[in-house]
């Protein structure tokens, strides 16, 4: 009875924010892919007014069900004194068409996803932007996931964008734990480097797991689903929340 009761309270622990944001109306469940608003969040700087090289990560909540467990991540570039964006990120749809799921295409960096508002995860400017746009450009090409896709437990989008990070450390970037995918390790490896470079995790195919780094805290990945606390934000990372305390 003991052990039924324990695991019904991990259960109950993992279940709770996914529960809390379906009831949430915020997200939208609603939303009509073709009239949900793509438009620019107007976070990221004009490029005409700004000829700085630039690089930016964004999230914003997954469409329609989706947003309940998890976001979806990308990452913009811009070179020096280039007059647009280029985004790059994963899309599942296109593999259903024989194609790379991966793309690179000029847009609005901050657009809203499908109606969710992005938000900024990591950016960097000047200098160090362009020579990380660069090894960006070569970690894209070499994303050893471009003709497989699944939402769960991955390779997806957030698996994606946690190849790029590794492949540019100073970003420091940490994914947020509504990022399900991010824990799924190039070529399914049992253990890696964080997406930060700042620690070291384990996984299973991105179903089970443990992470342990400076930037990221301490995180257990149960189902794709991530609990965890960053104890120099400080916060705490919860299931479908997401974080909770200093940004």
Known sequence: MKTFLRILGVVLVFAAGPLFMAACSSLGLDRDWRTADRTSANIAPSP??????????????????????????WIATKERDAPYYLVHDVIGWRGYYGESTVASYASAPDRNWYGATPELLAELRGEAAEQAIKRIYAAVRNYPHANEYLVWPGPNSNTFVAHIARQVPELKLDLPPTAIGKDYLPRAALMGET???????????????????????????????????????PALKLPGIGRVGQP
């Not at 005409?48 to 690089?55: G, M, R, W």
């Not at 179903?207 to 805290?217: I, K, T």
């Open 195 to 233: 997406p930060s470079n700042t620690g070291i995790q384990i996984s299973l195919v991105g179903a089970l797991g443990l992470l342990v780094g400076l930037e990221e805290g301490v995180e257990l990945n149960v189902l794709g689903m991530t609990l965890g606390i960053d104890p120099l934000g």
């Open 48 to 73: 005409k007014s700004t000829p700085e090289a630039i690089v930016q990560v964004y999230a914003g909540r997954a469409f329609r069900w989706r947003g309940i467990f998890a976001v979806h991540s």
